[in-house]
């Protein structure tokens, strides 16, 4: 299966994408055999991805990064570099290549000391594969210490490297950063063409397929999650029965108390198969028998990992947070459509009846007011406030309307 299966939805980015692995595949080849460099090459050595969550942003970035260390003989033959099978792609897929580096916000900023290594890493030849590959996953991320050691990267890069960068728009990243890369826009994918996925990829039956990609209204990752999670479907129902409870004070505290420990309890699960692994490894590699004591000097690398374990807690839990408070937008969106007459698709079909009673209960304005005050709980939890005061408040103003 080709690496370019996985852009769900996105034809004309894989086309785009697809004739720069070709003209990169040549101008390696031609490299090698000190032959001149084609003329009129779709490749260039910085790429920015965008487009709206769950477009399947990261997804696209790395089939680019497959691709362009494909090794598949069918290239010789005309074939586009991207077979999924040979040994290139299968490891770039998978995050193992020795020439594609990952970095991604541990917390809710990419530190500098983060990027040091890849940025210096940047600069050198690629160990075994056709390119050095630096993925940079939440690019929207970066403070400004990163962002200017990626800039200076950026502008003087080696021969072949490539970065590729990835945010949610073209406003999220620094304008002498955007300025150097090509821009690659990517679209929400239609539901029927995440359901076709879940189909083919995942084996999900075509029903639970439809139903997941609807409600996620074409997320690829949360539809994934959904049609494969029966804990994530139950962690969804909870979240669509809290505007039924909050008729009263006690209701609107108790259930932000009930959406914040739902949050931490999925961080936590999500976090301790992760965090002793990572602890292991690291023991191991400061030369640390099994269940043994550390040598000296090395408790203070202990303790960095677990600060970034704990950064990343947070991230993960307020991530957590930031879906359910996603649905309940789909929901009070449903309201909206109800109320106004409108012929939108409803996203929460398996939920209609919870829409209809809502609907009746108040007016559009009331809705609008209420879709307001779950931005308004985002913003808030974006500005680091107590989780828990962020979803009281905003429970409090779904109770007033």
């Known amino acids: ?73 069918d290239r010789a033959l005309g074939g586009v570099p991207g077979c999924g099978f040979c040994d290139g792609c299968h490891t770039a897929l998978i995050g193992t290549h020795a020439d594609v580096n990952t970095v991604a916000a541990v917390g809710t900023q990419i530190l500098v000391d983060a990027m040091r290594d890849t940025v210096r890493k940047s600069f050198t030849a690629p160990a075994n594969g056709r390119w050095q590959v630096i993925l940079v996953e939440d690019a929207e991320r970066l403070n400004e210490k990163s962002a200017n050691a990626v800039l200076k990267a950026v502008e003087e890069p080696a021969p072949r490297t490539v970065w590729l960068l990835c945010a949610p728009s073209v406003e999220d990243v620094l304008p002498t950063i955007r ?54 479907r139950e962690r969804r129902a ?44 690291l023991k191991a590699a400061l030369g640390a028998a099994q269940g043994g004591r550390l040598p000296r000097g090395t408790a203070g690398v202990m303790k960095d990992l677990e600060d970034k374990q704990k950064r990343r807690r947070t991230r993960t839990q307020r991530d957590s947070l930031d879906l359910a408070l996603t649905d309940l937008t789909g929901l009070y969106r449903d309201v909206l459509a109800l109320q106004l007459g409108s012929r939108v698709a409803i996203a929460n079909a398996d939920v209609e009846d919870t829409l209809e009673r809502l609907a009746r209960g108040s007016s559009p304005e009331s809705t609008l007011r209420r879709i307001e005050a779950i931005a308004a709980c985002r913003d808030a939890l974006d500005r680091n406030v107590a989780p828990l005061l962020a979803v009281e408040a905003m429970t409090v103003a779904l109770r007033a309307g």
Do not use: Y
């Open 238 to 281: 909870a979240v669509l029965k809290l505007p039924l409870r909050v008729d009263e004070i006690g209701g609107c505290l108790r259930g932000a108390q009930e959406l914040v420990d739902a949050a931490a309890d999925d961080a936590k699960a999500l976090a301790e198969e992760m965090d002793a692994k990572e602890a292991e490894e």
């Open 179 to 232: 300025s150097r890369c090509r821009h690659v826009n990517l679209r929400t994918p239609s539901v029927n063409a995440v359901a076709d996925m879940l189909v083919r990829r995942e084996g999900v039956e075509p029903a639970v397929a439809a139903a997941a990609a609807r409600a996620t209204q074409g997320h690829i990752d949360r539809a994934r999650r959904l049609a494969t999670d029966p804990s994530a």
């Open 1 to 73: 299966m080709s690496v370019w299966d996985d852009l769900v939805g996105q034809e004309k980015v894989g086309e785009q994408l697809s004739a720069a692995a070709r003209d990169a595949d040549a101008l390696v080849t031609a490299a090698a055999a000190a032959a001149p460099p084609p003329e009129a090459s779709k490749m260039t050595h910085a790429w920015l991805f965008t487009g709206p969550p769950g477009a399947g942003i990261t997804q696209t970035a790395r089939a680019f990064a497959a691709a362009l260390q494909c090794v598949s003989p």
